[in-house]
């Protein structure tokens, strides 16, 4: 299958948002919920909102996204608020697709600077392996941020 990617949100995207980050089995029902929320203001208020998007679909399927926006008050800083792909199309190289393009386009808009963060629980050890292996340099650990026992991790990447 052929991958096509595009930044414009369209209201389909809801639904796809929410069952590709059910697909995962990471995420608790307050997450998938903030997924589709970002979306949902996103599409409302269009480009008044700071929330960016970039999908990846195949005939209108989508397959996987990013959601990421300029950190306010920085200069070119930018965080990855969400990179997902449904889980049929997991270890196939479109999240790393979809991170490298998301990080393009983050070059174009002037940024210098991209965060991600994530929990530090076994279960994200891909993860951790994943923006590892795609450049990002672990830059933070907050000790039982998200509960007892589940730190948070901040990884970033500079763009030279």
């Keep these: 299958m052929k991958i096509i990617y595009r ?38 208020d269009g480009d008044a909102c700071s929330y960016r998007f970039l999908f990846g679909e195949d005939e209108d399927f989508v397959w996987g996204y ?24 997991r270890a196939r190289g479109l999240g790393r697709q ?18 991600a963060e994530t929990s530090s629980r076994e279960q994200y050890l891909t993860t951790h392996n994943f923006y590892e292996g795609c450049g ?13 026992g589940d730190s948070k991790i901040i990884y970033s990447k500079v763009f030279i």
Excluded at 25 to 41: Q, V
Excluded at 77 to 84: E, G, K, R
Excluded at 136 to 148: G, H, K, Q, S
């Design 7 to 44: 930044e414009q949100i369209k209201s389909s995207d809801l639904t796809a948002i929410t069952r590709i980050v059910k697909s995962s089995t990471f995420f608790s029902a307050e997450e998938i919920d903030l997924a589709h929320e970002l979306a949902a203001e996103k599409l409302a």
């Design 98 to 115: 979809l991170l490298q393009k998301t990080e393009d386009i983050i070059r174009d808009l002037g940024g210098k600077h991209i965060y």
């Design 136 to 148: 990002y340099m672990r830059e933070a650990f907050l000790n039982d941020f998200y509960a007892a």
């Design 66 to 89: 990013t959601c990421f926006g300029l950190i306010p008050a920085t200069d070119g800083s930018y965080d990855l608020y969400w990179i997902a792909v449904d889980n049929q199309w």
